[in-house]
């Protein structure tokens, strides 16, 4: 089982229902290929460096999860047939990029708390 961390931008103009109903839809397809997630933020709606599809912002979100490997193709897949997904991106993670995310986790954390 590999780590990995996904980023995905969906579109503006989804209502808070559509958006929760959509990462459900994305989470649900990782646990049903055996995925155990790790971490899920919702990062807000946020201005996109260059305009995608004539829309200036999308609500981000990121997924931290363990999966093998042979499950990423398919969840791609999905992503590009879903038509509120603007961008996606998957990277695995090595020993380095998990220490940090754990880190950065914890920081979020503690300021929310504070």
Known sequence: MNQYETVF???PV???EQIKETV???ENFLTGK?????AKE????KKLAY???KKKSGFYHLFQFEVAG????DFEVEFRRDERI???LTVKLDKYAVEWAEKRRSRMSNKSKA
């Not at 055996?34 to 790790?38: D, I, P, Q, R, T």
């Not at 919702?42 to 709606?45: K, N």
């Not at 042979?70 to 193709?73: G, L, S, T, V």
């Open 34 to 38: 055996g995925a155990k997630m790790v």
């Open 51 to 53: 305009p995608i599809e």
């Open 42 to 45: 919702d990062w807000g709606l």
């Open 24 to 26: 459900k839809k994305f």
């Open 70 to 73: 042979e499950a990423i193709n």
């Open 9 to 11: 931008i969906l579109n």
């Open 86 to 88: 603007m961008r996606y």
């Open 14 to 16: 989804l209502s808070d």
